[in-house]
């Protein structure tokens, strides 16, 4: 079974109209739903926004559901010239860039505990999403997913992320989701279509290009559940 999380309905409704078979459950105050889409067993949950909300909806599905390979999916604004609005960045590794303890002597990004600031996605999962994006014309690039619990809407906050992470896109969940992840031992990857400059125009590129963003990752997944 393939586990799919998104924070939004938007970044799911396309998924769960196509679901056969469907079947729901309430866990911790989260909706799943079981079924069957291009032909894969799966389960989808909306998780919510922000890190806390996505870590516990990664953490319910794979106690309960143990899916094979988690995949979170959505949008993200871009961070590189590389990528503009509904372009796609795949996340071959996640990191937390609000996480800072560096008045204590730790780099930033750090995870206390665990001492990991990347956690590395699922190579396999990563290179077949980019082949797929290039079979169908779309320019996606695989590279760092930076999350946190902001949404980015400055040049001077977007500049920070690229200095001391080196990271393509940034969102508010990922990284929690790969958190999870990688304390269950799940192999995860994050797909992320690009709805917004991740600057000063931001707030103006979001509403406008979020349902094409959307529409891309959704059309992405579909083909990576028949082929993986």
Do not use: W
């Not at 990528?83 to 780099?107: E, F, K, N, Y």
């Amino acid at each position: 079974m393939i586990g799919i999380l998104g924070a939004m309905d938007i970044e799911l409704q396309a998924l769960l109209a196509d679901m056969e078979g469907k079947e729901t459950e309430q866990i911790s105050g989260f909706e799943f739903f079981k079924g069957t889409l291009a032909g894969r067993a799966v389960v989808i949950a909306k998780c919510g926004i922000g890190k806390v909300a996505a870590a516990l909806c990664a953490q319910a599905m794979i106690l309960r559901y143990h899916p094979s390979l988690l995949i979170h999916t959505g949008v993200a604004g871009t961070l590189t010239a590389a990528l503009s609005v509904t372009d796609v960045a795949v996340g071959t590794a996640a990191v937390q860039h609000d996480m800072d303890t560096s008045p204590l002597g730790d780099p930033l990004g750090l995870i206390s505990g665990i001492n990991k600031i990347y956690f590395e996605a699922d190579k396999k999962a990563a290179d077949l999403f980019l082949a797929i994006a290039r079979e169908d014309g779309i320019n996606a690039i695989g590279g760092r997913i930076a999350s946190g619990d902001q949404f980015i809407a400055s040049a001077e906050q977007k500049a920070r992320i690229v200095k001391n992470f080196d990271a393509i896109a940034c969102e508010m969940e990922g990284g929690a989701v790969a958190h999870a992840a990688y304390l269950n031992g799940t192999p995860f990857i994050i797909l992320r279509a690009i709805s917004d400059s991740a600057d000063g125009s931001s707030h103006m590129d979001y509403p406008t290009f979020l349902p094409l963003a959307a529409a891309q990752s959704y059309k992405l997944v579909k083909k990576f559940l028949a082929r993986y």
